[in-house]
């Protein structure tokens, strides 16, 4: 089991940067497979990026170039740099973790989530 803290949110201009951080608790995470998920206002959870455990990387259409998903696996965290921010990008951000390696940009394919980090792009 592992538990997951996002950190990093905040308010930013367009064109703007910010960059999430998601702690994850116990000794396998570097075992795990991991993903960044996004809810805007009055919208269901959407993929964002995925990362395997040996860091192969996938990304929504949308964010590609702009945004980077990473890991540290010795420092149990979980990363989304995001440039050139826009309005749309507006949300809830969410990291969420599993063991398993199926169906990467489907929410249910996750079955550890954190609690959400607040990401407003102001124009």
Avoid at 32 to 50: D, I, L, N, S
Avoid at 88 to 105: G, I, K, N, Q
Wanted: proline share 2%.
């Amino acid at each position: 089991q592992v538990q997951l803290v996002e950190s990093g949110g905040g308010l930013v201009q367009a064109g703007g940067s910010l960059r999430l951080s998601c702690a994850a608790s116990g000794r396998t995470f570097s075992r795990y497979a991991m993903g960044w998920f996004r809810q805007a206002p009055g919208k269901g959870r959407e993929f964002v990026a995925h990362i395997t455990w040996n860091s192969f990387t996938y990304y929504t259409d949308s964010v590609k170039g702009r945004f980077t998903i990473s890991r540290d696996n010795a420092k149990n965290t979980l990363y989304l740099q995001m440039g050139s921010l826009k309005p749309e990008d507006t949300a809830v951000y969410y990291c969420a973790a599993d063991l398993r390696y199926t169906d990467y940009d489907v929410e249910g394919s996750y079955a550890y989530w954190g609690q959400g980090t607040q990401v407003t792009v102001s124009s």
